[in-house]
Every structure is written in structure tokens, then in C-alpha cells.
């Protein structure tokens, strides 16, 4: 089992570009999460979906941030336009119902 | 103004000692409870979990155990090693609220050869 996979590994960009975080979840798993790793707030979900459908959005930032998931193996994290407080490392996690959640290796981004 | 990091609780203890980390969470309305374990430049990674009907649970090496009496969880490494250094993050799940996890800020174990 190849876990969850996440792309690109590292982003570096300028304010002001669109910045497009991308995760492809365990096989089967049927909820997908998005957080954000910094050291100032440590670990905060952004979002989450249940079969492809966003349940909880209450951590997004704020309209730049948005998320989609067009189907079971795929979803995107955007960021349009990036700043530099931006800068963190995301994180993608699928489970299967109420279990443990597995991550991803992590996109670190960086806004310049 | 310089800004200021989270300044995680840390552990240090010797190689071959037992560790003990602790987490209180916060809502009694939680039933399942789950144990991260992250390394620098990854991921967190799930070392075990407990469900509310229990109080202790044994894995490889580790135990945990979970006093829903004063909402108090608790992860035990038996003979630490220093391929055990990370950052020990504790999560708990709502019953009602599918599943979204809340994490503590984490603990940073230490393990001095």
C-alpha cells in the first residue's frame, strides 16, 4: 500500500500566486482531512470531507483558502492569492469511518 | 514584533527507561482516543488507539490508558529507544461528530543514549 500521497513535497512561491496543494488518499478510505502544521498554532484542521463531500469547513482560514474533491482518489487544497503567513506544512489524512487517520509525508510551502 | 513558537511540554529520559507521556483532553462527550507519534520532516503516525468501554490497552512496546474520570489519557513506552525521539501528539474523536479528530499541542520525548 503506497499511504497517503502528497504533492508537491516542497512550494515555494511569491504573494499574491495561486498555490495548488494536491493529496491522493488511501485506497478505500472513505473520509479525507486537510491541516495546516505551524510552530506558532501547532496542528488545526481546515477541512474535511465523507465521500467526497465537504462536512466541516469551519478551520479554513478564509475565502482564499478552498478545497474540492471531484472523487474518491483525488482532492486539492488552493490558495488564491498566497501570503506569507501562508507558510507551513500541510497535511492530507484519509480514515475509513470513525477510525485512525492515516497522513501523508506533508507539502511544505513556503510564501515569499 | 519576533514571533513566539508553541513551547511543547518536553521529556527526556535514558535509553532503556520507560516513558510516560500524558494528555488531558477536553470534551467528555470523546469515546475514541488516538496516539501520533511524528519525526522530524514527516507526518504524524499512528502508534495506537482506545475506544471509551476501555481503560487500558497494550500494543508493542506501548500501553495506554485512558481515565475518562478526569479525562486523562496516558501513552507508556517500555525500554525507550532512541529511534522513539519525536514529537507525541494526543487525539480525541466526539462521538457525534464523524470523523474529526482534536489534537493536543504534542510532547516532545527526548531519548539520550
Known amino acids: 500500500d503506497a499511504g497517503v500521497i502528497q504533492s508537491p513535497r516542497h512550494e515555494v512561491t511569491e504573494m499574491g500566486q495561486e498555490v495548488t496543494l494536491r493529496c491522493k488518499p488511501i485506497?478505500?478510505?472513505?473520509?479525507l482531512f486537510w491541516y495546516r502544521q505551524t510552530m506558532m498554532r501547532g496542528l488545526e484542521l481546515l477541512i474535511y470531507f465523507n465521500n467526497n463531500v465537504p462536512i466541516d469547513d469551519s478551520g479554513m482560514p478564509e475565502d482564499r483558502f478552498s478545497a474540492k474533491m471531484p472523487n474518491a482518489s483525488f482532492s486539492t487544497l488552493k490558495i488564491q492569492p498566497s501570503e506569507p503567513r501562508d507558510s507551513a506544512v500541510y497535511f492530507c489524512a484519509s480514515s475509513f469511518s470513525r477510525a485512525e487517520q492515516y497522513f501523508g509525508p506533508g507539502t511544505r510551502l513556503t510564501v515569499t | 514584533g519576533e514571533s513566539v513558537g508553541l513551547h511543547l511540554p518536553t521529556l527526556s529520559v535514558q535509553e532503556g527507561d520507560n516513558s510516560i507521556i500524558n494528555c488531558a483532553y477536553s470534551?467528555?462527550?470523546?469515546?475514541?482516543f488516538i496516539w501520533y507519534k511524528q519525526e522530524s520532516g514527516k507526518g504524524p503516525q499512528f502508534i495506537i488507539d482506545i475506544r471509551s468501554n476501555m481503560d487500558k490497552r497494550q500494543g508493542q512496546r506501548v500501553t495506554v490508558l485512558l481515565n475518562k474520570t478526569v479525562k486523562h489519557l496516558s501513552l507508556q513506552i517500555a525500554a525507550t529507544q532512541p529511534g522513539d525521539s519525536a514529537v507525541y501528539f494526543c487525539?480525541?474523536?466526539?462521538?457525534?461528530?464523524?470523523?474529526?479528530?482534536?489534537f493536543g499541542q504534542g510532547t516532545e520525548l527526548s531519548v539520550k543514549p
Open positions: 470534551n467528555s462527550a470523546s469515546d475514541y
Open positions: 487525539a480525541e474523536n466526539i462521538y457525534n461528530q464523524g470523523g474529526k479528530l482534536i
Open positions: 485506497s478505500g478510505h472513505n473520509s
